[in-house]
């Protein structure tokens, strides 16, 4: 399930970018799937509501799905606070 590791790296950018802004939390997570991405949604979904409990800075943050064209994963936009 390749859906995991990609929510891993989502969590870690994610973490990355908390630190780097000194921001305290992650809002929100817009994301474009591409649509020849081979990703599937709800398992993607599901990995990064799993990991983000494990992230202080991400434990309440919400993930925006956009389907795009394309076979690229895309973090669009971070709110953070």
């Not at 305290?24 to 997570?29: D, E, F, P």
């Not at 949604?41 to 409990?53: I, N, V």
Request: proline share 1%.
């Amino acid at each position: 399930m390749h859906e995991l590791s990609l929510a891993t790296g989502l969590v870690s950018t994610l973490e990355g970018l908390v630190r780097e802004h000194g921001a305290s939390r992650v809002i929100k997570a817009r994301v474009g799937l591409g649509r020849r991405s081979g990703i599937v949604e709800e398992s993607f979904r599901f990995g990064f509501d799993a990991l983000k409990l494990e992230s202080p800075s991400l434990r309440d943050a919400l993930l925006e799905t956009i389907v795009l064209d394309g076979d690229d994963l895309i973090l669009m936009q971070v709110e953070m606070e």
